[in-house]
T-cell receptor
Framework: GEDVEQSLFLSVREGDSSVINCTYTDSSSTYLYWYKQEPGAGLQLLTYIFSNMDMKQDQRLTVLLNKKDKHLSLRIADTQTGDSAIYFCAESGTGGFKTIFGAGTRLFVKA | DGGITQSPKYLFRKEGQNVTLSCEQNLNHDAMYWYRQDPGQGLRLIYYSQIVNDFQKGDIAEGYSVSREKKESFPLTVTSAQKNPTAFYLC?????????????FGSGTRLTVV
């Protein structure tokens, strides 16, 4: 079945760039998403990319999509301590009725 | 402000009890979802509803039940048949009228069996 995989932990220094990676298996994925979860809270949609795009930039966030390798990445420029959270990669097909989430990458930002 | 409200934030259940988690949204979204989150695992889909008075089982529906009598409300009951209910439960909704299918999530309910 469909699967989304991501590494569980990433540690960076404040001011550096963070790159969180994700791979997915469903070749029919139409939409790919990045969500952020702060401690004890729900998930917040950060950004998304359509499968016919290679890149999307939104302020400090850059999403890169390699559809051939089914690889998605999220780059956070000038990472701040407030960026410390769990980041979830997710994908859905057309219609979006069933979204598959990865296990989440916990980002630690050291001051 | 529009959003999703989950209550209570913390819930304790004794063995053999049924408990109901509340989820209310004022976003006028048609679709609503319940997910379970365990440490180190992704979100697992319990139930979802695309329209009032209709809902479908997700990947881990056993031991859970839902109802969708109103567009705004999608309560989840964790029954005594659910053998390992301790987890963080997240409710979400989605606007089916838009091209982007991202979810809006509530702040979650942490359920603990005592």
């Amino acid at each position: 079945g469909e699967d989304v995989e991501q590494s569980l932990f990433l540690s960076v220094r404040e001011g550096d760039s963070s790159v969180i990676n994700c791979t997915y298996t469903d070749s029919s994925s139409t939409y790919l998403y990045w969500y952020k979860q702060e401690p004890g809270a729900g998930l917040q949609l950060l950004t998304y990319i359509f499968s016919n795009m290679d890149m999307k930039q939104d302020q400090r966030l850059t999403v890169l999509l390699n559809k051939k390798d089914k690889h998605l990445s999220l780059r956070i420029a000038d990472t701040q301590t407030g960026d410390s959270a769990i980041y979830f990669c997710a994908e859905s097909g057309t219609g979006g009725f069933k979204t598959i989430f990865g296990a989440g990458t916990r980002l630690f930002v050291k001051a | 402000d529009g959003g999703i409200t989950q209550s209570p934030k913390y819930l304790f259940r004794k063995e053999g009890q049924n408990v109901t988690l509340s989820c209310e949204q004022n976003l006028n979204h048609d679709a609503m979802y319940w997910y379970r989150q365990d440490p180190g695992q992704g979100l697992r889909l319990i139930y979802y509803s695309q329209i009032v008075n209709d809902f479908q089982k997700g990947d881990i529906a056993e031991g859970y039940s839902v109802s969708r009598e109103k567009k705004e409300s999608f309560p989840l009951t964790v029954t005594s048949a659910q053998k390992n209910p301790t987890a963080f439960y997240l409710c979400a909704s989605r606007d089916t009228g838009t091209e982007v299918y991202g979810y809006t999530f509530g702040s979650g309910t942490r359920l603990t069996v005592v």
